[in-house]
């Protein structure tokens, strides 16, 4: 069993930065590729970013490419999201999950992840 929990969501202002962290516990996750998910009131969770076993290589969805960027740190059990130039259109709950997958393809599937975080919320204001 894999225990992630997210953390740094907040309110902030189109055009702001934001970094989120997501810790995991109960093994390493070095065994797992990581991704980030968003799920907005009224929509299915969508695919974000996602990174593989080794942090050897990315996946970002087209929605937030060139503004987020994720990294895994396998020594700390530590993976985060870091987000630039916030939109108001990336309001959302963002969740941190791990997969015994790692193709792109797979990685960008919410239901090839083994393991959820319960959520942090970004607000981006107008």
């Known amino acids: 069993q894999v225990q992630l929990v997210e953390s740094g969501g907040g309110l902030v202002q189109a055009g702001d930065s934001l970094r989120l962290s997501c810790a995991a516990s109960?093994?390493?996750?070095?065994?797992?590729?990581m991704g980030w998910f968003r799920q907005a009131p009224g929509k299915d969770r969508e695919f974000v970013v996602a990174?593989?076993?080794?942090?050897?290589?990315?996946y970002v969805a087209d929605s937030v490419k060139g503004r987020f960027t994720i990294a895994r740190d396998n020594a700390k059990n530590t993976v985060s999201l870091q987000m630039n130039s916030l939109k108001p259109e990336d309001t959302a709950v963002y969740y941190c999950?791990?997969?015994?997958?790692?193709?792109?393809?797979?990685?960008?599937?919410?239901?090839?992840?083994?393991?959820w975080g319960q959520g942090t919320q970004v607000t981006v204001s107008s």
């Open positions: 109960g093994r390493t996750i070095s065994g797992y590729s």
């Open positions: 990174v593989s076993k080794s942090g050897g290589s990315t």
């Open positions: 999950a791990a997969s015994t997958r790692y193709s792109s393809l797979s990685l960008r599937g919410r239901m090839n992840y083994d393991y």
